[in-house]
Each structure stands twice: as structure tokens, then as C-alpha cells.
């Protein structure tokens, strides 16, 4: 009977030493794929990271580029201004000649009222109102060529206000209004969705998104990372409507509330104080259009006027432009 015991008792023990084998067996396996799939993870999270370390650096360039058309406008245009300079002091070199030439005239008349020569005096009559008309036209070929400063300098102003707008965006991370993406793919357990559009389509880092589908916001988005051509977006913890989901084409569209334009308003007093450069005190009998919109120092003042004949306004003054335009977020307060 002994024997027949330790064989049943040995029979339970070799069961129960198959039946945790097994079961070892299968853990191993599983933490095996489990560590297959960490690896992956890893190797994707240092391909993302080689991404935006690229993408980086193409802003950098683009930032540098940007600058370096900034500088050759600010040039274009203080060569403009003095230009015009010269050709406003020009005419009013032309403007004096005319008025000795309608003097000139004017003696002239009178000396014909007293007698004397007249064939000589009509002759001479001839010679000055011809003399006038030459200096007629040169006043204005001189005006035209004013009008075609001012519309250069207007031009470039154009353009200077345009990449001002542009570095403006970036720096505060605000799309445009009329922006529109799609969802190219959702991260659930991540928490964040990549976009088919890049800071080449107006996409930047730190701006404030919006999914919907048809008029119904699905979910909010902060854009995390751009590059050229995509961009990654972190859904914002509590912005998807209970029951809501996200699908790949999902519309993305900008937000009605821009968090860095808020930011903007409340630090847009400041701002202005510190940006604003002092304009230097002009003489009193400087024509209108000597001021240089980019601070440079002034020419020479021309001959008295009691004003700028063609009302032009100054050039606005160029902001400084010491921040950075791709995006970055301001300091937290």
C-alpha cells in the first residue's frame, strides 16, 4: 500500500511541475513580445526625434533667409528715401528759378508800359517765357519722378509689413483664419493625432486647432511639432464631447480662440512702449519726406519750404524684430 501512495503522490507532483512549466513558458513568451514591441516604440520615438532635430534646422534657414530679405528691403528703402531727398531739394532749386524767371517777366512787362524798344522787348519777352516753359516742364518731369519714388517706397512697404506679418504669426503661433487640415492619423493612447499639412501649408508650432465634423467640434488641438510637410497635434485632456470620436480625414480647422492672441493683447501695451523707436527731432524747415523710416542718419536738409509740396507721409518706423518667428512660446509668467 506504501508504494502505491508515493506513486499517486508522484503522479500529483510531476502534474502540477508540467502544469507550472507550462504556465512559465507562456509568461516568457509574453514578456518576449512585449519587449519586441518596447524596442519598436524606441526606435520609432528616435526616428521622431531625427525628424524634428531636421525640421529645426530647415527653420533655422527659413529664419535666416527671412532676416536677410528684411535687411536688403530696409536698404532698398533708405536708398529710396534718399533719393527722393535729392529730388525734392532739386526742385525746389527748379522752383526758385521759376519764380526768378516769372519776376524777370514781370519787369519786362513793365518796361514795355514805359516804352523803349519794343521789338527788343518782345524778343527778350519771348526768350524768358521760353526759359519759363523749360523750367514749367522740368518741375514736372521732377514731380513725376517724386510720384515714382513714393510709389517704390510704398511698394516696399508693402513688402516690409507682409514678412513683418509673416514673423508675426510665427512667433505667436496663430494660423490663419481660413486655415483648413485633415487628419492623417489618431494616436488614442498617445493622446495626439498627426495633420497632412506642415509649416509650408501655414502651420505653426503652439497654435490652437480644432477638429469638427460637419458644424460639431469633435475635439481641441495644441500643435506640439511642424514640419515641412505635417505637423503633430496633442489632443487637449477633456476636449472630446462625451461619446465623441476622432477619425482618419477628420476636418481640422482653426479655433475661434487663439490662447496667443490673448497673450498678445495683454502684453501689447508693453510691447508697444519698448518696440517703439524714438523718432529724432526733424528742423523746422525740412521738407516732410526727410525722416528715414528705419532710423538712418538724416541728409542734408534742402532749402527752406513751408511745406512738402506732394503731402507725403512718413515712412512707418520698422518694428524691432528680436524674436524669434517660427513659433516659439513666450515665456511662462
Given amino acids: 500500500m506504501a508504494w502505491k501512495l508515493l506513486s499517486v503522490l508522484s503522479a500529483v507532483c510531476l502534474g502540477a511541475a508540467c502544469y507550472f512549466a507550462n504556465a512559465n513558458k507562456q509568461r516568457t513568451a ?62 525746389v532749386v527748379v522752383k526758385g528759378n521759376l519764380e526768378q524767371v516769372t519776376r524777370q517777366v514781370t519787369e519786362v512787362r513793365k518796361q514795355i508800359d514805359d516804352a523803349g524798344d519794343i ?36 511698394s516696399l512697404s508693402g513688402q516690409i509689413n507682409n514678412l513683418r ?23 488614442p493612447e498617445w493622446g495626439f493625432a498627426i495633420l497632412n499639412k506642415g509649416n509650408s501649408q501655414g502651420v505653426f508650432a503652439n497654435a490652437d486647432l480644432e477638429i469638427k465634423r460637419g458644424q460639431d467640434v469633435v475635439a481641441k488641438l495644441k500643435v506640439r511639432s511642424v514640419e515641412q510637410h505635417n505637423s503633430i497635434a496633442d489632443i487637449i485632456p477633456g476636449s472630446i464631447p462625451e461619446g465623441g470620436f476622432i477619425l482618419t480625414g ?18 501689447a501695451p508693453a510691447d508697444k512702449a519698448s518696440d517703439t523707436p524714438v523718432a529724432p527731432e526733424a528742423p523746422a524747415a525740412a521738407p516732410a519726406m526727410s525722416s528715414d523710416p528705419f532710423g538712418a542718419p538724416a541728409a542734408p536738409a534742402a532749402p527752406a519750404m513751408s511745406s512738402d509740396p506732394f ?23
Avoid at 527778350?124 to 514736372?140: H, N, P, R, S, W
Avoid at 513725376?144 to 513714393?150: E, F, G, M, Y
Avoid at 482653426?254 to 502684453?267: H, V
Avoid at 503731402?311 to 509668467?333: E, K, L, Q, R
Fill in 165 to 187: 506679418e509673416a514673423e508675426a504669426q510665427g512667433r505667436r503661433g496663430i494660423v490663419a483664419v481660413d486655415f483648413s487640415a485633415r487628419v492623417a492619423e489618431y494616436f
Fill in 311 to 333: 503731402g507725403a507721409p512718413p515712412a512707418p518706423a520698422a518694428p524691432a524684430m528680436n524674436s524669434d518667428p517660427f513659433g516659439a512660446p513666450p515665456p511662462a509668467n
Fill in 30 to 91: 509574453q514578456e518576449k513580445i512585449r519587449l519586441e514591441a518596447a524596442q519598436a516604440n524606441l526606435k520609432s520615438a528616435q526616428d521622431r526625434k531625427t525628424e524634428g532635430e531636421a525640421a529645426a534646422k530647415a527653420k533655422e534657414e527659413q529664419h535666416t533667409a527671412l532676416q536677410k530679405d528684411r535687411d536688403n528691403a530696409k536698404e532698398e528703402v533708405v536708398k529710396l528715401a534718399t533719393d527722393a531727398q535729392e529730388k525734392e531739394a532739386t526742385l
Fill in 250 to 267: 477628420d476636418t481640422v480647422v482653426a479655433a475661434l480662440k487663439q490662447t496667443a492672441a490673448d497673450e498678445k493683447k495683454t502684453s
Fill in 119 to 154: 521789338e527788343n522787348l518782345v524778343a527778350q519777352i519771348e526768350k524768358l517765357k521760353k526759359d519759363q516753359t523749360d523750367a514749367e516742364g522740368a518741375v514736372a518731369n521732377q514731380n513725376q519722378r517724386l510720384a515714382s519714388v513714393k510709389e517704390s517706397i510704398t
